[in-house]
Structure formats: structure tokens, C-alpha cells
């Protein structure tokens, strides 16, 4: 049992259970009769095709021998059922030698095929039906085994043995007289005849001495009723003896056609069917070591064949896989191409913003150039630093610094009622960017001030 793609449970081999029953009866004749019959229960294995069974290594030597076995079955349906083939192929294969009585014999065989419905298996139910429609095309004729002719000089043969058998019981039972002595039916005839002549002597002897004696009279007349007596048998004899020679000759007549003793050609023919026989074996012989060499071919050639086959499938495997990679190739080809395309986009757009930028840094230094003085930008520059949380630039004692220190100012002079003298701001920088310009400024508080502003730069 081998497990594959189609069946879990294969037997991978034909089943075949042969059930052989013998009678014997006894005939009109007193002899036992046997007589023979075979039943041939046979499962053979199905079909199978490597693409479906994905049967390898052992597996696939075992599907390959299957199926030689099913196309050599195959091809001798085929041949019975062609008139005019004259050559059946039974020796092919095994598995058609057991049942070459079964398929084209003196026999009577029924078929059952059986198929699925599922479309998965449309080739294989196809392949059965017409394997089934070839098979009922097939026409046996039950008959008896036994030709005519040789039944007929079987028969006559026994009539012959039976009556040359008589023949000798009666030579054998008279004293004195053998019919198959020397070897011809004629030949006893003439000692039977010297045999009457003697006992005619001896009484013709015996007459004149009766008329002297009458002891030896009486002796004599005893001796002439035994003669009688002896005639009458002898004669009855040669009857039943001529009955049967004749009985023998129509027999003989019978047998020999033409001039030709069927017995002695029947011998002949025999011994040519015996040298024929011993040919007929030879040849066997010799065409069973070239079936051998044959069947080695072929099995070479159907291993081929099925590595050809699994090269070919894997071929197309591959070729199918090289397909869908190349149209997944193609798809990534187009994707890599608008992800080109917009990381192009997207260079040229950072490229123009480098480009803004540039032009604004540019405008931003001219202005820190034309409006903040040299000592002022160094004294930010030294002062400020870059707040990694916060992603900005700060600068300390912002707090001392622009409106601020004005807005203070401003509040002191109005609460102490000092007048206070403004200093000329107008050509220095207050603001830095348009949230100080624009934000509220906070009443300052009396505490004192224990951190740093924060300004974007």
C-alpha cells in the first residue's frame, strides 16, 4: 500500500482471486469423466498520471509498470475485437497471460467500470468508458472442448481393442486351439479343419473294432458324442469368430479413408505434433528472452518518457513562475518609477525651498548687517543657544532686553511721577520677529526673575 496525491490508501499492484472447480461423473461407457472450470475474480488498478498523483522515485516506477500492464490489456482488446488481427499479444504482460482464457478463450467475462462525476477527473472517466466500450465488443462462444474427429477415432479405437480382446478369450478358451497363434484368423481356420479331419479318423478307426468289443464300442460312441459335441462348439465358434472378424473389418473399413489408415496417420500426425511441439517450445523460448529484452526496452523507454514528462511539467512550472515574476518585475518596475518620479518632485520642490530659503537667509543677513551693529550681533551670537527639546535657538537675558526694558520703564516713570529722560531708540533693533511685535506684554511682577525668556531667532 503506497499513499499518493490521488489516493491515500493505493495498492499500487492488480488484484486477481482464481477459484478453480473440478466434477467427475461417470459415463455409459464406465469411466470418470472430470470436468474443469475457472472463475477469475480480477481488480485491476486504475490509471494514473504523474501531474495528478505526484508520484516519485519507487512511486513512479510502480505507476509506470501500472500502466504498461493497462496498455498492454488494452492493445489485446483491442485485437480481439478486430477481425482482422491474427496475432493476440497475450504474452505482453503478465497480467493478460493469466487471462488470456478469460478474454478471448472458451470463456464468459463481464467488465464493470468505474467512473466519478467530478470534473477534476474528466480525463480519467472518459478513459474508462471507452476502455469499457472496447471491451463489450468482445464475442465469446461457450463451447466443449473436444474435437469431433478425435472423439470418432478414440471410439473406434476402443470397438477395436475390445473385439480383438474377445477374439483371444475365445482362442483361449478351447484346449489345444489358439486363433492369434500365428498371427491370423486364416491360419486357425486350417488346424481347426486337420483337428476334424483326425477326430474323423480316429472314429472311423474305432468303428470295426466296436463290432469285437463291445467295451471298446461303447468307448467309441462315447468318443463320437464328444466329436459331435466338439463340432458343435467348434462350429459355433467360427461363428462368433467370423461375427467378429467381420464386425472388426467394418470397423477397419471405417477407419481407413482413401486408401490412408487414419490410426496409423493419426500416429503420424501425432509424432508432427510432437516435433511441433518441441519447435513450438523453442520458439516460445526464445520469444519470451526477446519479450524480456523488449519489455526491459520499453520499460527504459517509459522511464524516459516520464522523467521527459516531470522535465517538461517543471519546465512549464517554471515557466509559469518566470511569467508571474516578470508581470510582478513589471509591477515594481512602474512602482520604482513613480516613486522616482516623485522623489523627483519632491527634490525639486526641496530644491526650490533650499532656493527660498536661501534668498531669505541671504535678505536676513543684509538686514542684521544693515540695522543690528557689529558689537550687538556678537553679543546675540555669544548669548544664544539651541534648545534640543524645543527645537529653537534661545538667548539669555532676553528679558532685559528691546520692549521689555521700555515697557518697564515706562511703568516706573508713571508710578515714582519722575520725569525721566527717553533715550533715542530709533535706530536700534526692539523687535526680532512679528510674535514680539504682536504678543501682550505681562504687567511685571515684584518677584524676583529667577529664569531666562525664551525669543525665536
Not at 463290432?211 to 460312441?221: D, L, P
Amino acid at each position: 500500500v503506497g499513499a499518493t496525491a490521488m489516493n491515500i490508501e493505493s495498492s499500487r499492484s492488480h488484484a486477481i482471486f482464481t477459484i478453480t472447480v473440478e466434477t467427475s461423473t461417470l459415463g455409459q461407457d464406465e469411466q470418470h469423466h472430470v470436468k474443469m472450470g475457472r472463475l477469475h475474480l480480477v481488480d485491476l488498478a486504475g490509471s494514473e498520471r504523474q501531474s495528478k498523483t505526484g508520484a516519485v522515485g519507487q512511486r513512479l516506477k510502480e505507476a509506470s509498470k501500472i500502466n504498461l500492464s493497462l496498455s498492454t490489456l488494452g492493445n489485446v482488446i483491442s485485437a480481439l475485437v478486430d477481425g482482422k488481427c491474427t496475432h493476440i499479444p497475450y504474452r505482453n504482460s503478465k497480467l493478460t497471460r493469466i487471462l488470456q482464457d478469460s478474454l478471448g478463450g472458451n470463456s464468459k467475462t463481464v467488465m464493470c467500470a468505474t467512473v466519478g462525476p467530478a470534473s477534476y477527473n474528466y480525463d480519467e472517466t472518459i478513459s474508462t468508458l471507452r476502455y469499457a466500450s472496447r471491451a463489450k465488443s468482445i464475442c465469446n462462444r461457450a463451447r466443449v472442448n473436444e474435437n469431433p474427429k478425435d472423439a470418432l477415432l478414440r471410439y473406434f479405437q476402443s470397438q477395436i481393442q475390445e473385439l480383438k480382446k474377445q477374439l483371444e478369450q475365445k482362442g483361449t478358451d478351447e484346449p489345444g486351439m489358439s486363433l492369434f497363434a500365428f498371427g491370423s484368423i486364416e491360419e486357425e481356420s486350417t488346424e481347426e479343419e486337420e483337428v476334424v479331419e483326425d477326430a474323423n479318423k480316429i472314429m472311423d478307426s474305432l468303428f470295426p473294432e466296436t463290432e469285437k468289443n463291445e467295451e471298446e464300442s461303447s468307448e467309441a460312441k462315447e468318443a463320437y458324442r464328444l466329436k459331435e459335441i466338439k463340432d458343435l462348439e467348434l462350429e459355433k465358434t467360427k461363428n462368433e469368430t467370423n461375427a467378429l472378424k467381420e464386425k472388426l473389418d467394418n470397423l477397419e473399413r471405417k477407419i481407413i479413408v482413401g486408401g490412408e489408415n487414419l490410426l496409423e496417420k493419426a500416429e503420424e500426425q501425432e509424432h508432427l505434433l510432437e516435433a511441433s511441439a518441441k519447435e513450438l517450445e523453442d520458439r516460445i523460448r526464445m520469444e519470451a528472452e526477446l519479450r524480456s529484452q523488449i519489455e526491459e526496452r520499453e520499460a527504459e523507454r517509459i522511464d524516459i518518457e516520464e522523467k521527459y514528462s516531470s522535465l517538461q511539467e517543471e519546465a512549464i512550472g517554471l515557466t509559469k513562475k518566470i511569467k508571474k515574476i516578470t508581470a510582478l518585475l513589471t509591477v515594481a518596475k512602474d512602482e520604482l518609477k513613480d516613486i522616482c518620479q516623485e522623489n523627483q518632485r519632491e527634490m525639486e520642490s526641496l530644491l526650490d525651498n533650499v532656493r527660498a530659503l536661501t534668498k531669505e537667509l541671504a535678505l536676513q543677513e543684509t538686514i542684521e548687517k544693515m540695522f543690528i551693529p557689529t558689537s550687538y550681533r556678537e553679543l546675540i551670537e555669544k548669548h544664544a543657544h539651541w534648545n534640543e527639546d524645543i527645537g529653537e535657538w534661545e538667548l539669555k537675558c532676553v528679558a532685559y532686553t528691546g520692549n521689555n526694558m521700555k515697557k518697564s520703564d515706562v511703568m516706573e516713570s508713571t508710578t515714582v511721577k519722575q520725569e525721566v529722560t527717553v533715550p533715542d531708540l530709533s535706530k536700534v533693533y526692539l523687535t526680532y520677529n512679528d510674535r514680539v511685535a504682536t504678543a501682550k506684554h505681562r504687567v511685571k511682577s515684584g518677584r524676583p526673575f529667577t529664569s531666562h525668556y525664551n525669543m525665536a531667532g
